[in-house]
Nanobody
């Protein structure tokens, strides 16, 4: 089992920045290594959507709305992933979820989510 804990959400004005962090833990890491990690978000009344992912090799993938504004990074040794969000817009308001997979496995693990609210 993998536990994911997100931090860093909050309220920010439009144009501002926030940095989200997620740390993974679990005894399973004695057997497996962390694979792809990423961030998803879900706004009220909408489906959860991909924001960005990063593989264990550092390859990144961004949703169109995140390109140029959001940056994902990871510290594999600490089993952490970060999301730097700049130039935030009110439409970025959502609950942001950390996601992770173990290398070679397809099961998704999710954090509890952290609220990001961008005021206009």
């Amino acid at each position: 089992q993998v536990q994911l804990v997100e931090t860093g959400g909050g309220l920010v004005q439009a144009g501002g920045s926030l940095r989200l962090s997620c740390v993974a833990s679990g005894s399973i890491f004695s057997t497996y290594i962390m694979g792809t990690m990423g961030w998803y978000r879900q706004a009220p009344g909408l489906q959860r959507e991909l924001v960005t992912t990063i593989t264990r090799f550092g390859n990144t993938n961004y949703a169109d709305f995140a390109k140029g504004r959001f940056t994902i990074s990871r510290d594999s040794a600490k089993k952490m992933v970060h999301l730097q969000m700049n130039s935030l817009k009110p439409e970025d308001t959502a609950v942001y979820y950390c996601n992770a997979r173990l290398s070679g496995r397809e099961k998704d693990y999710w954090g509890q989510g952290t609220q990001v609210t961008v005021s206009s």
